[in-house]
T-cell receptor, first 114, second 114 residues
């Protein structure tokens, strides 16, 4: 079956440091890939997505590139802020019409200290 | 455009009771999915409804059920609550014309079973 593997957390960084959160996936077809973020006490917010190979998703300084050859979708940010402290989830979906369930990684907790 | 709303936000129940959670999707979205989030199991798919029909179902016991109304609002019900049902229940909607594959999440309902 489909699966997503994320790097274990927690990750603690100083403000303005470079962030990478690794994500690899296993899928039978050609999935869409997503990063969601969850702030304390809240639901999931879509951070960025990519729907086909070599697509780059970006939002709020975060980027991730859909790499089919390495089945990866690593999240990066050049300079993190304290406000980026949250839990980040990598996810995939094989449907093109929103009718297949999201499969999530276990999440990576990021703490950014001033 | 209003986001996904869920009510109630918090619930405390005792073992053996039943509970009903409600979700209103983004206007125009016809698909509603439900997920359970726990520290141990992470994010797990419960079921998905489209046009009042259950289209997908996860691996949960029959105590978990749902339905969708003609206005796309959805409810999920858990009967005979167990301690292990304590979790954050997240609803997501999808089906926007330009963005079919993306699921947008509500803030969740946090259920505590005593």
């Amino acid at each position: 079956g489909n699966s997503v593997t994320q790097m274990e957390g927690p990750v603690t960084l100083s403000e303005e440091a470079f962030l990478t959160i690794n994500c690899t996936y296993t899928a039978t077809g050609y999935p869409s890939l997503f990063w969601y973020v969850q702030y304390p006490g809240e639901g999931l917010q879509l951070l960025l997505k990519a729907t086909k190979a070599d697509d780059k998703g970006s939002n709020k300084g975060f980027e991730a590139t859909y790499r089919k050859e390495t089945t990866s979708f690593h999240l990066e940010k050049g300079s993190v802020q304290v406000s980026d402290s949250a839990v980040y989830f990598c996810a995939l979906s094989e449907g093109v019409s929103g009718n297949t369930p999201l499969v999530f990684g276990k999440g990576t907790r990021l703490s950014v200290i001033a | 455009k209003a986001g996904v709303t869920q009510t109630p936000r918090y619930l405390i129940k005792t073992r053996g009771q039943q509970v009903t959670l409600s979700c209103s999707p983004i206007s125009g979205h016809r698909s509603v999915s439900w997920y359970q989030q726990t520290p141990g199991q992470g994010l797990q798919f419960l079921f998905e409804y489209f046009s009042e029909t259950q289209r997908n179902k996860g691996n949960f016991p029959g105590r978990f059920s749902g339905r969708q109304f003609s206005n796309s609002r959805s409810e999920m019900n858990v009967s005979t609550l167990e301690l292990g049902d304590s979790a954050l229940y997240l609803c997501a909607s999808s089906g926007g014309l330009a963005d079919k594959e993306t699921q947008y999440f509500g803030p969740g309902t946090r259920l505590l079973v005593l």
